[in-house]
């Protein structure tokens, strides 16, 4: 079996500069429709894109046709 570990990397180990990672987490914090409002978030999951817009029409739940990107 194969023995999964989480190790703590720091950001900048890869790649990713904190006042990036800082504004993220606060983005998911206070929520993608507040922050970024009428954006629409992709996400790719077993080569299937799921289409999130910010105000909550489809939740990442259903499959987007390549016509609706």
Do not use: W, Y
């Not at 900048?12 to 978030?41: N, Y």
């Amino acid at each position: 079996m194969f023995s999964r570990e989480i190790v703590p990397v720091a950001p900048e180990a890869v790649g990713i500069h904190r006042d990036r990672l800082s504004q993220a987490v606060d983005v998911l914090r206070s929520g993608v429709g507040s922050s970024f409002p009428g954006a629409t978030l992709c996400a790719f999951r077993k080569d299937k894109c799921f289409l999130d817009l910010a105000f909550g029409t489809r939740g990442g739940n259903s499959p987007a046709k390549l016509e609706s990107l």
